[in-house]
C-alpha cells in the first residue's frame, strides 16, 4: 500500500484543516444487528469515544458527554469497512465545550471513502466528585 492510499483526505467542512483524526477502528460482525447492519448506536459510540479525546485533553481531565445535537446516517457502514472518527472544538464555556464530529468509512478492499454522519457532542468537565469544574485557560490546554 502506497502512503499516498494511506491517507484520508481531510473532511469537507473544514476547508482550514482544523479537524483532526482522533478514532480509527474496523466494524466487526459484533457490532452488526439481527439483519447484518451495523448499529447506528455503535457508530454513535465510536463518535462520543472521539470526540472524548479531544474533550478530555482541553479540560486536562475527566469529562462527561452531556448533549448530542443531531445526527442523520449519510451512507451506510458494512462488516470490515474502516471508520475513522474527525472532529475539533467548535466552542467552550465555563465547564462545557461542544465538540463537532464526522465519520468517514472506507471501504476495506478499495481506497474509496464515504462521509457516513456527522454531530456535535457536549461535554462538562468534572471534578472527583462528578461536579461540573472549570475549564483551565486555553494556555494550558
Do not use: C
Amino acid at each position: 500500500m502506497t502512503s499516498e492510499s494511506q491517507n484520508l483526505p481531510p473532511p469537507t467542512l473544514n476547508p482550514d484543516h482544523t479537524t483532526v483524526p482522533v478514532l480509527r477502528t474496523i466494524a466487526m460482525p459484533h457490532d452488526t444487528n439481527p439483519a447484518g447492519d451495523i448499529f447506528g448506536g455503535w457508530l454513535m459510540s465510536q463518535m462520543d469515544l472521539g470526540a472524548s479525546t479531544i474533550a478530555t485533553r482541553r479540560a486536562r481531565g475527566r469529562v462527561v458527554t452531556a448533549a448530542v445535537d443531531g445526527m442523520s446516517f449519510l451512507s451506510a457502514v458494512a462488516v470490515g469497512d474502516e471508520v475513522t472518527i474527525y472532529g475539533r472544538i467548535l466552542s467552550s464555556g465555563r465547564s462545557s465545550m461542544r465538540i463537532y464530529v464526522e465519520a468517514w468509512r472506507r471501504n476495506r478492499v478499495s481506497d474509496a471513502i464515504d462521509k457516513v454522519t456527522h454531530a456535535t457532542f457536549t461535554f462538562v468537565a468534572i471534578d472527583e466528585n462528578r461536579r461540573p469544574r472549570p475549564l483551565p485557560p486555553e494556555s494550558e490546554a
